[in-house]
């Protein structure tokens, strides 16, 4: 699914207009983006959680060479779904 498959939903959804729900699309995942750039964690109660998790420095190996490699700590966005969710997905899974 795209952003835009996503707007279509929810404006058939809402009987909102697509420009409105673009926005409302739009400005929710820039709100998104932007607590996340600030470490600051998201919580929406039955779809699940986006969390910045810091990845600590390490050595690596380079596959082609064998020569081992710095690779420096970072900040990593990830995202847990809640048990409703995950739920929701086992029901439609295919046996």
Known sequence: MTKADLVEQIAE?????KKDTAVVVDGFLEAVKQAL?????????????FKVKHRKARKARNPRTGESVHVPGRL????KPSKELKEMVMEQAPA
């Open 37 to 49: 750039a600030q470490e600051n964690n998201i919580e929406i109660r039955g779809f699940g959680s």
């Open 13 to 17: 959804a809402t009987g909102l207009t």
């Open 76 to 79: 990593v966005p990830t995202f």
